[in-house]
Structure formats: structure tokens, C-alpha cells
């Protein structure tokens, strides 16, 4: 009988997890206006692809998973994977979440050289 208290405790962990990491999951556009993406679960991660570009030339980058194996960090942050397909480059990737906002950062050199996108939720 002991055992409920922890399968209960290991429930709720398991719970407070997958909430925490639905919190980024859904649409958000660039603030500048140049591309949407949806984040969404893969696996035990994330996975972030493009939805729409503004560039009527790159109509090829929608469907494109720029974001992958983004696993939080338990405190509003996911590392994983960027991939930037202006140059073909994969880099190290972080995504911070805050409320309505989303920054994500590729970064190369250990984190030494980063580049941040800001986007904003719309669904």
C-alpha cells in the first residue's frame, strides 16, 4: 500500500513535465514579420517548423523543422538543436520562454557567437 504515494507523487511529476513543456507548443511569428513556426512535441522533446515565410522566393522553406530535440531545462528554457536555413548551418540551440514571448538563440563556438530571433504567440 505504500506504493500509491509514490506512483501518486511520480504522476504528478510526470504531469507538471509535460504541462511545463506544452507551454511553448503552438504558433508564434517572427516580430519582424518574416516567417511563423510551429513548435510542437516530438518524441520526448520539441520540434519547431516552418509555417509561412513573407518572401514569395522561399516558399521551399515552409516545412522546414528548424527546431529540434529541444528538451527543457525545467525552468522556462529548452537546448537542443537550430537549424538555419538561409545557410544550410545546424547550431546549438536554446529557446526562452516568456508569456507570450519566445526568444530563440543558435549558437556556435560554445555559445561564444549567438544570433536571437524574438517571436510572439499567435495561437
Keep these: 500500500m505504500k506504493l500509491w ?3 501518486a507523487a511520480l504522476s504528478l511529476l510526470v504531469i507538471a513535465t509535460g504541462a ?7 504558433e508564434w511569428a517572427r516580430v519582424d514579420g518574416k516567417a511563423h513556426v510551429r513548435i510542437a512535441p516530438c518524441g520526448d522533446a520539441l520540434c519547431g517548423s516552418i509555417t509561412w515565410v513573407r518572401d514569395p522566393k522561399a516558399p521551399g522553406k515552409v516545412g522546414q523543422k528548424v527546431f529540434y530535440d529541444m528538451k527543457s531545462n525545467g525552468d522556462g528554457t529548452w537546448s537542443g538543436k537550430a537549424f538555419n536555413p538561409d545557410d544550410g548551418d545546424e547550431y546549438t540551440g536554446k529557446m526562452i520562454l516568456d508569456g507570450s514571448s519566445l526568444v530563440t538563440k543558435g549558437c556556435v563556438l560554445g555559445g561564444l557567437i549567438c544570433k536571437s530571433v524574438d517571436w510572439t504567440r499567435i495561437n
Design 5 to 7: 504515494p509514490s506512483l
Design 20 to 26: 511545463h513543456a506544452a507551454d511553448a507548443v503552438g
